[in-house]
């Protein structure tokens, strides 16, 4: 600062007293107006602010590009006039300011314009605001900015509305924040008569699904039934698979029953080449081990001659058929299931040519390794005559 020039434009701290004097006594709003765009000290600038009663020159410093913030804010803070605060929140020049114009109103429609606009950048805070379910409906579904239309999603405490929501859009993640905000609201809201509707909705929603990224929560259907027509029924292939897989953790899949589940899972499977894609490996995995972990020679011989229950997992239920003694022979891991499948009759599924060796080993293993004492066993009559 040179020695002429006026005091508020001094960056000394030492001399702030000096020019708030000087600001004090200024009367002219364009002066006040140089002095919140120009002044290097903050408090300086807030003071000039503070005496600017036009709400026109006040607007202009809060959209100035070169303003500070502090004036920007302490312009805000003073304007009243909610179409100038809706103009400022929808600028894309005015942080902070435009969060600021946004907390000072309370104008409904003026807020859903703001959440429903492409412009500026603070639509969400405008969301938070509003209060009518159909407005944040109508966000959710028409607004221009995702965030905002998340944040609508996220507001709604109308199970009927989410309804409407994810029945009515194809979009996917507002389908994905949908079904988030349902099971929410399902999990903290009392029962009001309605569930039972809400239930029903939910479920042929469900059914009807496409988006994979969609995180559908089937801890709300408990049901054997609906279970079922999940299973049955739903487009998506991962929902029928977890739909499954809860059904055989029921009793009503006995031991024998699991049989024929493991077949129809494995029959699902076979249409996925990408084994990282395959929903059903994972069913059929959980299948496996409830079947091995049976202990039931009947069912696991049962699994072994069948050529799509059993063949694909033929070498761990014989091991379990037959013991420990032949569960620890050297080289019994790398035999493969399908040559052991194969060497028991289910050549229709397999070659036998490609598996010759694999076959030629399990065939020495078995003649070597079940134990002696086995041979009164029936199961082990029952393989023998299977084999021979």
């Given amino acids: 600062m040179s020695l002429f020039e006026p005091i508020w434009k001094t960056s000394k701290p030492e001399l702030l007293e000096e020019a708030l004097d000087m600001v004090n006594v200024i009367r002219d709003p364009k002066k006040l107006r ?11 600038r807030c003071a000039a602010v503070g005496k600017i009663g036009d709400e026109q020159i006040l607007w202009e ?20 006039d909610e179409n100038i605060l809706t103009e400022i929140a929808m600028m894309r020049s005015c942080y902070p300011a435009d969060g600021e114009a946004i907390a000072q109103l309370e104008n409904q429609e003026l807020l859903k314009k703001i959440a429903m606009s492409e412009s500026g950048w603070e639509q969400a805070k405008a969301v938070y605001k509003i209060k009518d379910p159909k407005d944040l409906k109508e966000i959710a579904e028409k607004g221009e900015k995702a965030g905002a239309r998340k944040t609508a999603i996220r507001s709604i405490d109308d199970p009927d509305i989410l309804l409407d929501i994810m029945g009515g859009t194809s979009e996917r993640f507002i389908i994905t924040e949908a079904f988030r905000r349902f099971d929410e609201l399902l ?35 408990q049901k054997t039934s609906e279970l079922d027509r999940i299973y049955q029924k739903a487009y998506r292939e991962d929902l029928r698979a977890e739909a499954f897989s809860r059904l055989i953790a029921r009793r009503v899949y006995s031991p024998h029953n699991l049989k024929e589940a493991c077949k129809q899972a494995f029959q699902n499977s076979l249409a996925f080449d990408d084994d990282a894609k395959n929903p059903w490996k994972t069913v059929l995995t959980n299948l496996e081990t409830r079947i091995l972990n049976s202990h039931d ?7 072994v001659e069948d050529s799509m229950a059993g ?10 058929l037959f013991g420990d003694r032949f569960q620890d022979e050297v080289g019994i891991d790398w035999v493969q299931d399908e040559a052991v499948a194969a060497y028991i009759g289910n050549l229709k599924a397999y070659s036998f040519l490609q598996y010759k060796y694999d076959m030629d080993y399990c065939l020495r293993l078995l003649s070597e390794a079940v134990p002696a004492e086995a041979a009164e066993n029936k199961w082990y009559k029952r393989f023998l005559r299977r084999v021979q």
């Avoid at 903290?188 to 995180?215: C, F, M």
């Avoid at 009947?298 to 699994?303: D, G």
């Avoid at 063949?311 to 379990?320: G, P």
């Fill in 297 to 303: 020679p009947s069912l696991l011989l049962e699994c």
């Fill in 311 to 320: 063949c694909h997992f033929a070498s761990e239920c014989i091991k379990e």
């Fill in 187 to 221: 999990r903290s809201k009392p029962d009001d008569g309605k569930a039972n509707e809400w239930h029903e909705r939910y479920l042929n929603i469900v059914l009807k699904e496409t988006q994979k990224d969609a995180k559908v929560n089937l801890d709300y259907f």
């Fill in 34 to 44: 140089n002095i919140a765009l120009n002044a290097p000290l903050s408090e300086v």
């Fill in 61 to 80: 410093i809060v959209i100035t590009q070169d303003s500070a913030f502090d004036a920007r804010k302490a312009a805000i803070n003073k304007i009243r």
